[in-house]
């Protein structure tokens, strides 16, 4: 481990200076600062950015060892992040809200997609046309979701539910079944089936958390250069991720998840451009690794309305608003 004098001045280098500085930097530097990122899935197009900015050794050019964890349904993520277990983890804003207002010290660093790629996934011959149309069907979904509950408290919309098993059987064989899906994944795997499935963005609701990364608190307060350095060179990942056509990272998942084949792969990245996952809509002012303030406010609304958070929050106890001031980076590293 670096002495904090040392971690500073290394990171004050790598930002401080130019191109042939880094450069000089990084081959003269021996010790790397060691952190975890834990995922919230197997490896996937959807964590990409991360694994281009392992790839192309951005994150040790910023003085990092990163270790990608990837994982699937590992409930106490969030408590092993706030007990420093784990330096960073990815997740929703929802999820780390909650977990925030039961006493985790977390705090949200950034977002990666602007949007959760949740949605609700049935057949194309269903006459469904929004979220309010499932009312009365059965929808195979997450009972425990944040999004559920606003459908049922907020929205009065009160679908049969069948939990989650993660197989698409029921979808294939019944027409008039209707699933929660991830719309960059499985629609890919029922059209490969020869049946054509239509998507509703679970966040149409109105209710419409950010996919993130985040910290504990201790590491924030304490290291901040550190956390800095995490994020400059995962956004930087992102950024050379959706601007070239993947193939490096690709065959690299491939490496650590057999089932990542190359048609799905590119078909996944098509999807998170489609959906404009990353960027979200420019329009409305959103861009890679930005947050709205306003935006967040009203989630912590939504959740203390549907009872869902124990305790009122303050935005800028459980958001590093201060990194925001950072974006847009001007980095000769490409973002």
Not at 101 to 129: K, T, W
Not at 155 to 182: H, M, N, T, W
Not at 288 to 296: A, K, P, V, Y
């Amino acid at each position: 481990m670096y002495t904090q004098i040392s971690r500073l001045l290394c990171i004050f280098i790598l930002f401080g200076c130019g191109e042939s500085s880094q450069k000089a930097a990084t081959s003269e530097r021996v010790e790397l600062f060691p952190v975890v990122l834990q995922t919230d899935w197997y490896a996937q197009p959807e964590h990409a950015g991360f694994y281009k900015a392992q790839l192309d050794g951005i994150y040790e050019q910023y003085g990092l060892a990163v270790e990608i964890r990837p994982g699937a349904n590992i409930s106490n993520v969030p408590q092993m992040v706030a007990t420093g277990r784990l330096e960073f983890a990815v997740g929703t804003t929802d999820n780390m809200f909650m977990a925030a207002s039961r006493g985790a010290p977390l705090v949200a660093l950034f977002p990666y997609f602007q949007h959760d790629p949740q949605c609700v996934m049935f057949h194309a011959s269903n006459d469904i046309e929004s979220l309010s149309d499932l009312d009365g069907r059965t929808v195979m979904i997450r009972p425990g979701l944040a999004y559920v509950q606003y459908l049922q408290k907020a929205l009065k919309i009160e679908p049969k539910l069948v939990p989650l098993d993660y197989s698409l059987a029921r979808f294939l064989g019944d027409p008039d079944f209707v699933q929660q899906c991830f719309m960059t994944s499985e629609p890919y795997y029922v059209a490969k089936q020869g049946i054509e499935a239509k998507v509703i963005r679970l966040s149409s609701s109105g209710f419409d958390p950010y996919r993130v990364v985040y910290t504990n608190k201790d590491l924030m307060n304490k290291h901040p250069s550190i956390v800095e350095a995490f994020m400059r060179a995962s956004l930087i990942g992102w950024a050379r991720y959706k601007a070239s056509n993947g193939e490096d990272v690709h065959a690299h998942l491939q490496t650590l998840n057999p089932q990542q084949t190359t048609e799905y792969t590119a078909w996944t990245k098509d999807a998170i451009s489609r959906y404009e996952l990353i960027d979200g809509f420019a329009e409305q002012g959103e861009a890679l690794g930005r947050f709205d303030r306003e935006r967040l406010q009203e989630q912590l609304v939504q959740l203390e309305s549907i009872e869902l958070i124990d305790r009122q929050l303050n935005l800028d106890e459980v958001v590093a608003f201060d990194l925001q001031a950072l974006l847009p980076l001007d980095d000769k590293l490409g973002y």
